[in-house]
């Protein structure tokens, strides 16, 4: 059978050597390639794909078009208004969001949670919402710009007293919060660094997660590490998430966390 990564740009991708290793881990003899599309060229690729295509993984910018394609959106896609996962079901195919597993497990991880502040509001960054719903904590978004508002007050599930929407050029805000998760694209965020650096602002930031793996760490990821922060990088969002990902694709149940150790091993080679 075959799978792919589909996305652009996606030469950097780490999402092949991870799901090659998992199928080989449950004796599967499956590809798994990356396929560069654009915005708006997804209807038309799965529109050509046979029965031997048994699932896809999307990046950017192909997740909220996923949705249109899908017989069956499953609640958390759905909620968050994208997917990372279609699997084939017979001559239809089915959507999820994984991203959204691989944010609860990081937070499933730590001691205890605090105020979060989320830089960008894009799909990852309402994933990273919706796993944080079930949190008694103060959510800050920190928005380039004001069309997503909806979105993201439905993937956090509708807490408006638990969330703030702030204007980007208050973004040095975010440094105050224990947690902060970026999802910006590369380089949105690097002024921070320059903050952090400088101790201009309080840094409070005992927990930063970067949804970025490729060019690591980012000067962000750098500044705050120097500082003590823990740091976590996309490629632990990444294996969270590429377990529930094969797990759904092959539709096999295997020990989790023997995958997880397996992935981890993957990523880094």
């Known amino acids: 059978m075959k799978c792919a990564v589909l996305g652009s740009p996606i030469a950097h991708s780490r999402s092949p050597q991870l799901h090659l290793a998992g199928y080989a881990y449950?004796?599967?003899?499956?590809?798994?390639?990356?396929?560069?599309l654009g915005k708006g060229e997804l209807a038309g690729f799965v529109a050509g794909l046979d029965e031997t295509w048994a699932g896809l993984s999307l990046t950017m910018p192909l997740k909220e078009e996923a949705l249109a394609l899908a017989s069956h959106v499953d609640p958390l896609a759905h909620r968050v208004g994208g997917a990372n996962t279609l699997v084939r079901h017979g001559d239809?195919?089915?959507?999820?969001?994984?991203?959204?597993?691989?944010?609860?497990?990081i937070f499933k991880n730590q001691s205890r949670m605090g105020n979060v502040s989320v830089l960008g509001g894009g799909a990852?960054?309402?994933?990273?919402?919706?796993?944080?719903?079930?949190?008694?904590?103060?959510?800050?978004?920190?928005?380039?710009?004001?069309?997503?508002?909806?979105?993201?007050?439905?993937?956090?599930?509708?807490?408006?007293?638990?969330?703030?929407?702030?204007?980007?050029?208050?973004?040095?805000?975010?440094?105050?919060?224990?947690?902060?998760?970026?999802?910006?694209?590369?380089?949105?965020?690097?002024?921070l660094a320059e903050i952090v650096h400088d101790r201009s602002v309080g840094i409070h930031t005992t927990l930063f997660i970067d949804a970025l793996y490729g060019n690591w760490p980012t000067p962000l990821a750098g500044a705050l590490?120097?500082?003590?922060?823990?740091?976590?990088?996309?490629?632990?969002?990444?294996?969270?998430?590429?377990?529930?990902?094969?797990?759904?694709?092959?539709?096999?149940?295997?020990?989790?966390?023997?995958?997880?150790?397996?992935l981890f091993q993957a990523v880094e080679k």
């Open 92 to 105: 239809q195919w089915r959507a999820y969001n994984t991203d959204v597993l691989g944010f609860a497990q």
């Open 225 to 262: 590490s120097s500082q003590g922060s823990e740091v976590l990088g996309g490629k632990t969002l990444l294996v969270y998430q590429a377990v529930e990902q094969i797990r759904l694709m092959t539709d096999i149940n295997f020990n989790l966390l023997e995958m997880e150790s397996l």
């Open 124 to 191: 990852t960054a309402r994933a990273a919402l919706a796993a944080l719903q079930p949190y008694d904590v103060q959510v800050s978004v920190y928005l380039r710009s004001s069309h997503r508002l909806a979105s993201i007050e439905k993937a956090f599930g509708g807490k408006s007293d638990h969330l703030i929407i702030k204007e980007w050029s208050a973004r040095a805000e975010a440094l105050a919060d224990p947690i902060l998760i970026s999802t910006t694209p590369e380089g949105a965020s690097d002024d």
């Open 26 to 36: 449950l004796g599967l003899d499956w590809s798994y390639e990356r396929i560069e």
